[in-house]
């Protein structure tokens, strides 16, 4: 896919400007002001039928009498002449339009209607159209202000990083943009989609993953609208090397319900969004700050596959905090090689070396020392990521200069380490320490947190793409199954049900028997009686085929006795199924993302405990397993307190299999649900199932 | 319990310096520049037999030679000179001292000794020791500096809130006092306390829950060495209304480990401590960061028992994320009502007045409209904690300042209420928002995080004390008892077992049956039958008297068949237990805290989903009830998925009874582990259990 047909949007080389003001604190003014002030290295046109003259510029009547065509038109009047604005501009041969006007989808039906009517004309004129309802955007790199936030009043973006933010909402968006600047946190660019008419939150870091602007993508979004474009955007991203840091939000019941009273958008099912995130190494940021650090710690664009942390502090508690932080994110700590501790140890005698590595203030009182310890972190050590807590020393006006100049050196030696320090110091400090090569936090916690994404980007970007899954032929029934329905389809989809066989006599029982494996259980196979363990219609653990002859006696006689009444059909001969993990399986069908699997602890513990993971369909069993493997319960597949291990590879084959019927049986399917699923020690077998159809 | 004995050790009227030198950047010559820049309130004695005169001060010989007895002495001598100084303090008459002193329990075991003896010295001179092995600590009321920490070259404590540090680490102390100090937060105490020979941590917390100095306190630990002054601390920090934030590190195994070699501290059992501090109200810090925004939110003294949570916002994204964040805390966001809703769209038609309230851009174009929306959620809402997303508009040099003044017009009028803004501004500016009585954040989600915060301390300053709970008389075997013998102990102490009773014949079995109710189970009695189920010997849901009497029979008859030379002893009749949920009853003795009872899921569960919560003993079952209920699998007990609701106050009582045995049992209980907990409709009763117990 081929996100291209963005350039003029973003990287325009001409600019009409619908409703041109001269004042400019206004939203037809502001954009003129502060490309004025940047210095856009394009045409401007003022269109304004009422004046001459814009902000020094010459204006233009209408979009008739531009000069030329324009790459982009901003439209900043209101209602209907924004639809007329539209039209005007694709008769000029303009492609790309960017609509500030508020008053479409966001406030009802009728807005609607006529925000349809705005994309049919675009459609029409082959033109990309930005927004409505939108902030707008800015292209630093060519000074484009297309925008009418007033953030700028408290500065421009800095050169410090190349960090893209994409956002569906223009508020946040520059919230995110003024907080990266006030940290000196470069975001040269910065689109916010508004209504999504028609550009959509995909079209924007599909243009941002290739575009030569960006090295790092910020993104923002309440909901997904298209998901092709959207994960075409996502691998291209990934392929490229390009990080993706992401704030969804909706994560909460609560959260989605504000979601749907902002706006038209569908906030989705949280971990459907999660599944998919990860499936393309986009990192989840769970706050602002964060999405910030790990962005900022990406514009290094040192993306270590296997990432490991080597920590050297002044502050054993502070060794124990970061430890802690990287255990609970599996952010591996490995100890330093033992001859290197007994080096470190000749140092300083009451050091400790092990990781993290605690220099004591000694360090600073010999100050070549600070020079060893890091050169063993990252030369015996060989951590991918090192992270200093230096606090207050490194912005001390006598020590900081000194421990900087140490670490520095080492720093230039290794240049592949992703190098950070957690120093308290004044700015102009802190920018000391970036230009010679750190990452630099006040708060340790942080800066372990942006180093292990780093790591996840890696892993992401070093990922072969899987083969391709074919899903096989499936038919199905005109309405939804019944239960023994439903087993039969997953059965031949490669979802097996325990085994059990109705048997009208004693040596069919036996035979049954003998053929699904010993022991097996027995019940009374009737109609009318619904309660078999009550009369004892119910036999288990039944053991060799004599048992099964007096077991099929028992049942008849207890039938006789207890239910006279009833028809009896002979008994149901089942394969016994002790010791089994009860699992779940299950598909459910995203609005955006389509079918997604779920595996997870079954039984009544998946409502409660909700120890599920999701994935995209199709996939193949080593990805099942991984996701099987991903459980926090998994221990209980894995022998806990010393049960035999259960077959995981049946139960992701089962998985793998469910995926790809999902994908074969096409839209007609809702939803599998397959609780439990008896996973033994061989082999894992559906005891339940349910699927879900719409009529044809 | 009286924390007066630190007076002299943090309010002092003198202090003599052991080792003072006249060079203001050593260890003995920092205090006194510190202390002569600050204008220490008493007098100061340096003392060095090698000088007349130090940084322009009297110098005397030795401690025998001042002119009077010191309130504190500060030693800043090394080895063995420090242990003479204690006692030449002693000697004097002097009741305190601070010693920076390196080289004791921190080094190993001859250390440990000759920190031994310094203890010993301490105590026989009636003297309270802080450190050996401390950076210090400082009391800025008093201008009372004997730290030699660098970090005051970067600036001296802020009067802006009055938050004690205690901080068993100085790095750490004096980094949290750095940061607090750049944010423009006021510590004006802190205390670090190095190797805890004498003074821990717990009198320090103490001091401040009873000391003028001190509003708000901030603690630092990697392990807790003396639970009773701990837990007194605590409880009257409580009781004096001072919120206690809390980082306790150590709480990985990873993180645990370092500790071990940073200090001889005791990490502890993370869970343990979690519960400990729960039960004090203390809020426990995930990073350094969310310690200060909660203390720095504690500053304003407004605990909020009932705490909830309005939101008003000019970024409907901004609403979401904040609701999801609210939502994860379980901090309450409930809705405004329906009048005030109506009323709010009279003003902008399309707001969303639900809560969080987007009051939209238009309120920024209609200035009158931000306190309307203000008043609306103080007043209307009735919320306890007011936030309002501004963002960059709260830093504009244009807008900002009519927005303030609208918002402090109406957080006037509500004093009573927690009022926040999460802005984007200068420093300069956000001392502006704050003078107005503005808790100022740029991120909106520490906001939340924060103010959620002083809700749990109102809930903790109102909670009325527990009664006393009365432990019973408990008379324990010699050695660790069998599991039937350990059943008998624990149904004594009030958690009984499954009724079950060993049956000669038929009747007798006919009678236990009806004793415990119908259905039994029967089982075949025998020393020489291991696999009861194997052979039939196993009857579930025997309904009925004549059930039971052919049962037995049925018994006889198989064992005769399939172990005809096995002594059979009749039959085992025990309570049919169906539909039970297995749940776990734990006690551990924690080395620090004592006995810690613990609930969970039970079965295979607890160890790999460890959903479990602690608390120490002794107490009632209300408390044993909310135990129960803040478990995450609670729902399986409330009639998940259609079950009947099991018996909740059952398994409250048995788990208050359990914690009422194990203070009544003293220090030879190692351990209990009930685990199955079978908890039914009616009736909890231990399935298994094993009781722990050292000899005598």
């Known amino acids: 896919m081929d996100f291209s047909s963005l350039d003029p949007l973003i990287r325009p080389r001409s600019l009409a400007i619908i409703g041109a003001s001269d004042d400019p604190t206004r939203i037809g003014g502001r954009p003129i002001a502060y490309m004025k002030t940047r210095g856009f290295a394009g045409e401007l046109w003022p269109v304004n039928p009422k004046r001459a003259e814009v902000q020094g510029l010459r204006c233009f009547a209408d979009v008739a009498s531009l000069p030329g065509v324009p790459d982009v038109g901003l439209i900043a009047v209101p209602g209907a002449a924004a639809l007329e604005a539209v039209e005007a501009l694709g008769a000029k041969g303009c492609k790309a339009a960017i609509m500030f006007t508020a008053g479409f989808a966001e406030v009802g039906a009728e807005g609607a209607a006529m925000q349809d009517r705005l994309v049919e004309a675009a459609t029409r004129h082959g033109m990309r159209l930005l927004g409505p309802n939108c902030l707008g955007l800015f292209n630093d790199a060519i000074g484009f202000y297309p925008i009418f936030s007033s953030s700028f009043e408290q500065g421009w973006p800095v050169h410090n990083g190349r960090i893209g933010i994409a956002s569906q ?15 000196e946190i470069g975001t040269p660019v910065c689109v916010t989609t508004g209504n999504e008419a028609e550009v959509a939150l995909g079209d924007v870091l599909g243009w941002m993953a290739q575009a030569d602007e960006v090295d790092v993508i910020c993104a923002y979004a309440e909901g997904i609208r298209e998901s092709e474009k959207f994960l075409a955007a996502l691998e291209l991203a990934r392929r490229n090397r390009k990080p993706v840091v992401m704030m969804k939000v909706g994560r909460s019941e609560l ?27 986009v990192v989840r940021a769970r706050n602002t700050e964060e999405l910030l650090d790990i962005a900022y710690a990406a514009t290094h664009r040192i993306y270590p596959a296997a990432n490991t942390l080597g920590v ?8 124990v905090l970061i430890s802690d932080v990287a255990d609970t994110l599996g952010f591996a700590l490995p100890p330093m090689p033992e001859a290197a501790q007994e080096r470190l140890r000749g140092f300083v005698p009451f050091c400790a070396p092990r990781n993290p590595v605690d220099c004591t203030a000694q360090a600073f009182n010999q100050i070549e020392l600070v020079g060893e310890f890091a050169r063993a972190m990252a030369g015996d050590g060989g951590y991918a990521s090192c992270l200093g807590f230096v606090t207050q020393v490194g912005g001390s006006p006598t020590v900081g200069p000194k421990v900087r100049a140490q670490m520095a050196k080492v720093a230039k030696e290794f240049p592949d380490r992703l190098w950070a320090v ?12 970036e230009a010679d090569g750190f990452l630099v936090f006040e708060d340790p916690t942080r800066a372990v947190v942006a180093l292990h994404a780093q790591g996840r980007f890696g892993e992401a970007f070093s ?12 038919t199905l029934p005109a309405t939804t199954p019944s239960e023994a329905e439903a087993k039969r389809i997953l059965a031949e989809a490669g979802i097996p049900a325990v085994p059990e066989e109705a048997c009208a006599d004693a040596e069919a029982a036996v035979a049954v028997a003998r053929r699904i494996g010993f022991p097996v259980v027995m019940k009374i196979l009737s109609p009318d009686i619904l309660h078999k ?7 288990l653990g039944v ?28 008994a149901l001969v089942a394969k016994q199924v002790t010791g089994a993990v009860e699992m779940a399986l299950g598909l459910v069908r995203d609005p955006v993302f389509g079918p997604v699997a779920m595996v997870g602890l079954g039984g009544v513990f998946i409502e409660v405990l909700k120890d599920v993971a999701f994935r995209r369909c199709p996939f193949d069993a080593a990805e099942a397993e991984r996701l099987v493997r991903s459980l926090k319960g998994f221990p209980l597949l894995d022998g806990a307190r010393g049960r035999p291990k259960a077959d995981v590879a049946a139960l992701a084959a089962a998985l793998a299999a469910l995926s790809r019927f999902a ?14 699923l008896l996973v033994l020690p061989e082999g894992a077998f559906a005891a339940d199932a349910v699927v879900e159809l719409s009529t044809p």
Chains 1, 2 share one sequence.
């Open 169 to 183: 909402s223009g508020a946040y968006g520059t919230h995110l943009y003024s907080l990266a600047r006030n940290r």
């Open 543 to 570: 053991a060799d085929e004599a048992a099964v002859r007096q077991g099929f006696a028992t049942l008849m006689a207890r039938a006789a006795e207890h239910a006279p009444g009833a028809r009896i059909e002979g």
């Open 533 to 539: 363990s009550e009369i004892g219609g119910v036999l």
């Open 312 to 319: 050297v502090t002044v502050s054993g508690g502070a060794g």
């Open 663 to 676: 994908v074969a049986a096409g839209p007609r399917l809702l939803s599998v649900d397959v609780n439990p």
């Open 422 to 433: 957690s120093i308290i110091a004044p700015p102009e400090v802190q920018r000391e320490w």
């Open 463 to 474: 990922r072969v793409a899987s083969p391709p899954v074919s899903a096989p032929q499936v």
């Open 255 to 281: 959260g989605a319900h504000a979601a749907q009273s902002h706006t038209a958008s569908i906030a989705g099912n949280d971990a459907v969004t999660d599944a998919v995130l990860a499936e393309f190494g």
